[in-house]
């Protein structure tokens, strides 16, 4: 759907819908400056100099719009590489609703979603990781997730493929070669190092797979799942930690009536925090957490809070719960609450590393469980210094890439052909500039712009 209008100047406001003090209009395309000429008599814009601000009256058929700023960008030193105008309205919805229509009937037409930033990738202005960035950093809902949408957007994962590709072209150089003298049988690239090479490649997408879950987390937070009996405090621990470390985050998927989830940011990670109470059937915990919808939320969660009631522990609920957390192969905390109450412990209670004793209500031992979260939510940060995938559709091309490098080293090993070995190493090649951008089909922009928002 995008491809087929490319000559075409679009516009849409660029903040969000709703009063403000300001509202930006985005107009960008060959035709930018001409249009906004036909509303604002104050000057001609095609004459002003690139990257200037002009004030005056926005006028469409005798009627006075609004009194506005323009932006004018000429290209290609705009963000689509094209001309680029951005009128700065009065952030009144209405104003805005007519300056689009006069816009639109001047010759304009309204962005796809996503269109303008589909337009800095068509000409160049970003590869394909560095526009899904931009998406990442306006969903960004945590410090980490800022961060590392920003790290994509300066180019710090496009260089890192950029490394791997030079990696692949070199190992295909040295076959390519030999294809060009195969009439003579000649061996430039020892096996030995061809393999090397290889292993060495190899590592490095691992790597970058093996991030995929430390992406996660980073991207959509780290899944704690508090659970425990009616009445030990399950809520009032909820919101004791909310009360200081609530994180902005707007409308999430799945998030539903019958649990209650909230989001905190410690350390600049977010915490998603799910309450099972929603999802009590039965008085026994242990039975109730078979109930399907429960039984689902812990298996997602990346660690589960347990919480007894000191004055009212029992061993049995004790020896069960214990077993039971050590059978779920996750990381868990057995949070002994209402330690105001009482302060000496049951003699069945052993006192594990993983046994903190607080007070929800009266705020006793809460910021020695914050750091215990964040260090927990750390343990999965298996890389270094080198880039982490946020995203599914990298991960899908980084596992075809990493299935194409078992091949071509399957490959050596039987001592196929030159010309098999090169074809598969260009197949590499390519899953690899899938991810860039380079090679793209139209269905995948598609998906991929699509699900930006309207006016970016
Ligand atoms: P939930 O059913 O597990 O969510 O439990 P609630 O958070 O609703 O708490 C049940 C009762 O225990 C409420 O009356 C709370 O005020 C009280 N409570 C929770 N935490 C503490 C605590 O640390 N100390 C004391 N004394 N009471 C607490």
New binding site residues.
Partial sequence: MYYQHAEDTIAAPATPQGMGAIAVIRVSGPQALSIVNRLFPAKDLTQVPSHTLHVGKLIWKSQWLDEVVVSVFKAPRSYTGEDVIEISSHGSPLIVQRILQALTEAGARMALPGEFTLRAYLHGKMDLTQAEAVADLIAAESEAAVQNALRHIRGGFSAELQQLRNQLLQFAALIELELDFSEEDVEFADRHALKQLLDHIDEHVQKLLQSYAWGNVVKHGFQVVIA?K???????LLNALLNENRAIVSDIPGTTRDTVEEFIQLNGLLFRLIDT?GLRVSEDVIEQIGVARTHEKILQADMILY?FDVTQIEASEWEQAFAWLQGLKKPYLILI??I??QSELPEFVHNTPQTMMI????QVHLNELKEKLVEIAQQGRTHGEGSIITNARHYAALQKVKQGIQDVYAGLEKNISNDLLANDIRKCLHDLGEITGEVTTEDMLDYIFSHFCIGK
Avoid: F, R
Wanted: proline share 6%; glycine share 12%; no cysteine.
């Fill in positions: 425990g009616p009445n030990v405090g399950k809520s009032t109470a919480l609450n209402k105001d109450l007070s929800a209500q009266k």
